[in-house]
């Protein structure tokens, strides 16, 4: 038998074949199923972003009568961290999700949990070998600077020596460094456009006001901003405003309420944020109750669920800010 031959023997385009395939295929639903315990490990909630996880983990697993979940208090200490985890492993959960405060630092109890065989749902923070989870689902940071990068490259388009500034986030963090080079990767399609300054700052209101102040005494003139993050960009129009500033235009980052409302009122430097969404909880909830009753997802036709997610980091400005009022976190 020839090859095209075996082709067309394993393909159809019978509609009740296709349909009888899909029917037969397992996939996660809202209907009660087995009984799942899930347990869940993130950092301490010290950030807006971290608070808007665990409430979405939470508020998820609620939703699901057949989840019980099993939530540990938090920690940004390592040890601390591991020993949270080693708990749940203890209690035989019948699945783990996990962000890691370093994902690192906790390969090696992600790698005790799938070797005791509680598969693993690592959740952003990725552990160092995808032997240590059964999947990965996490926000595309690379993504993240390389739309806010060509969100400001198209604002700017017709300016001659164009000047853009960044605020990024914590440096020594892997994320920070993808975040920037996507940012200067977009620049590169855009010639009349040039970053003349960079500071970092640490996640925070005081942080951003402070490093904001800088980079404003430094540039006194500049047309953009983007700043990495939602909540130090609290701190950072805080400093735009005593600077009495209002000549650029400002990118922000992750999704947070507050940037939100600005953006919708239109009426300050604030135009667009690039979401990190916070919801990347809630859909690891789905995944690990999908895991937990051997099922996969609702439209995918595999049986399992995926190894990897990255979701999208779209750009919300006024035109669509609506759309996402709801998912912004305080």
Not at 45 to 61: K, S
Not at 81 to 103: F, R
Not at 284 to 289: K, S, T
Request: glycine fraction near 10%; charge should be negative.
């Amino acid at each position: 038998m020839s090859a095209g031959a075996l082709i067309t023997g394993c393909t159809s385009n019978d509609p009740k074949e296709s349909e009888q395939a899909a029917s037969n295929e397992p996939a996660a639903d809202d209907k009660p199923g087995k009984e799942v315990t899930i347990g869940f490990a993130g950092p301490q909630a010290d950030h807006g972003w971290l608070n808007a996880i665990n409430d979405n983990a939470t508020n998820r697993a609620k939703k699901y009568s057949d989840v019980t979940l099993e939530i540990t208090e938090g920690s940004n200490d390592t040890a601390a961290q591991i020993g949270q985890i080693e708990t749940l492993i203890n209690k035989k959960v019948d699945v783990l999700v996990v962000l890691p405060a370093d994902g690192k630092a906790l390969t090696q109890v992600g790698l005790k949990a799938m070797r005791a065989g509680i598969p693993v749902i690592n959740l952003d923070r990725v552990f160092n070998t995808p032997q240590a989870y059964r999947c990965w689902i996490g926000g595309d940071n690379y993504g993240m600077g390389l739309n806010a990068g060509h969100y400001i490259g198209e604002k700017l388009k017709g300016k001659s020596g164009a000047r853009v500034i960044e605020l990024a986030g914590i440096d020594n963090l892997e994320l920070t460094r993808q975040r920037t080079q996507g940012f200067d990767d977009a620049l590169k399609n855009y010639p009349n456009i040039r970053k003349v300054a960079r500071q970092a700052a640490e996640f925070t209101v005081e942080s951003g006001q402070a490093k904001m102040a800088q980079l404003l005494q430094a540039q006194s003139n500049f047309d953009a901003l983007w700043n990495h993050d939602d909540d130090q960009g609290v701190g950072a129009m805080r400093a735009i405003e005593q600077a009495g500033r209002d000549d650029f235009l400002m990118v922000g980052g992750a999704g947070a309420l507050s940037a939100f409302q600005a953006i919708k009122q239109d009426n300050g430097v604030l135009k667009a944020t690039v979401l990190y969404p916070p919801t990347m909880a809630a859909s690891a909830i789905d995944l690990a109750r999908a895991l937990g009753q051997a099922k996969g997802i609702g439209g995918m036709a595999e049986y399992e669920i995926p190894a990897s997610i990255t979701l999208y980091s779209a750009v919300v400005d006024k035109t669509n800010v609506d759309q996402y009022m709801s998912t912004g976190f305080k």
